[in-house]
């Protein structure tokens, strides 16, 4: 049997253990979420924080929906950032949200840590495989489940080390949602429609 060696099979995400989770959001995907938690009946948005802001290509768009984004990153990379650890050291203050591409070997800590640190919600970007994992489902979902998973319809693209509107994928994303507003018996599910061309902007590749 040959591999297959197409291109959107061989970018699938894969990060070495040591080096750093460099895989810059869309920011067309992060106001799908926003876009999704208006229309959910979710607001006003106050307070956010973004706790791997990367190259603050996911608190761009939080700060068009939220008054004020708390934006920090373990790594410095040159846009201004306070370098900090998220999960080193004592608590951080609450916040409103929540709102991160977790790096993905460590994406349940940064769970925990945010649903202990945040009063109105929590939301994650992962891959959506993130669902599967006897482990999780014990440790993680089914102690804390999230209130809603939002699966795209789209490919989420995501690069290496860079932010660019080209591309392709083997990889689907979906948004993880802790509602702490609401109590519910059954994590709901529900489709992000195509709209990337609808929240897509050009000066978001500039």
């Given at each position: 049997?040959?591999?297959?060696?197409?291109?959107?099979?061989?970018?699938?995400?894969?990060?070495?253990?040591?080096?750093?989770?460099?895989?810059?959001?869309?920011?067309?995907?992060?106001?799908?979420?926003?876009?999704?938690?208006i229309?959910?009946?979710?607001?006003?948005?106050?307070l956010?924080?973004?706790?791997?802001?990367n190259?603050?290509?996911?608190?761009?768009?939080?700060?068009?929906?939220?008054?004020?984004?708390?934006?920090?990153?373990?790594?410095?990379?040159?846009?201004g950032?306070?370098?900090?650890?998220?999960?080193?050291?004592?608590p951080?203050?609450?916040?409103?949200?929540?709102?991160t591409?977790?790096?993905?070997r460590?994406?349940?800590?940064?769970?925990?840590?945010?649903?202990?640190?945040?009063?109105?919600?929590?939301?994650?970007?992962?891959?959506?495989?993130?669902?599967?994992?006897?482990?999780?489902?014990?440790?993680?979902?089914?102690?804390?489940?999230?209130?809603?998973?939002?699966?795209?319809?789209e490919?989420?693209?995501?690069?290496?080390g860079?932010l660019?509107?080209?591309?392709?994928?083997?990889?689907?994303?979906?948004?993880?949602?802790?509602?702490?507003?609401?109590?519910?018996?059954?994590?709901?599910?529900?489709w992000?429609?195509?709209?990337?061309?609808?929240?897509?902007?050009?000066?978001?590749?500039?």
């Amino acid at each position: 049997m040959t591999q297959n060696r197409s291109t959107a099979v061989m970018q699938r995400r894969v990060e070495p253990h040591h080096s750093l989770d460099d895989y810059p959001t869309p920011p067309w995907g992060t106001r799908a979420l926003c876009e999704w938690l208006i229309a959910a009946g979710i607001a006003p948005f106050n307070l956010a924080r973004d706790p791997a802001a990367n190259r603050g290509h996911m608190v761009k768009p939080l700060a068009e929906y939220f008054t004020h984004v708390d934006a920090s990153d373990i790594h410095d990379y040159g846009v201004g950032f306070p370098v900090e650890d998220y999960l080193f050291g004592p608590p951080p203050d609450s916040v409103d949200w929540t709102i991160t591409n977790p790096p993905f070997r460590l994406a349940e800590q940064f769970i925990e840590r945010a649903l202990a640190t945040s009063t109105e919600g929590v939301a994650m970007i992962v891959r959506s495989a993130f669902l599967e994992g006897v482990g999780r489902h014990t440790r993680l979902f089914s102690q804390s489940p999230p209130t809603d998973v939002l699966q795209f319809t789209e490919r989420v693209v995501m690069h290496k080390g860079k932010l660019s509107a080209k591309g392709s994928t083997a990889t689907a994303y979906c948004w993880l949602v802790w509602d702490l507003c609401e109590c519910v018996e059954q994590t709901r599910f529900h489709w992000i429609p195509p709209c990337r061309k609808l929240l897509e902007k050009p000066e978001d590749y500039l």
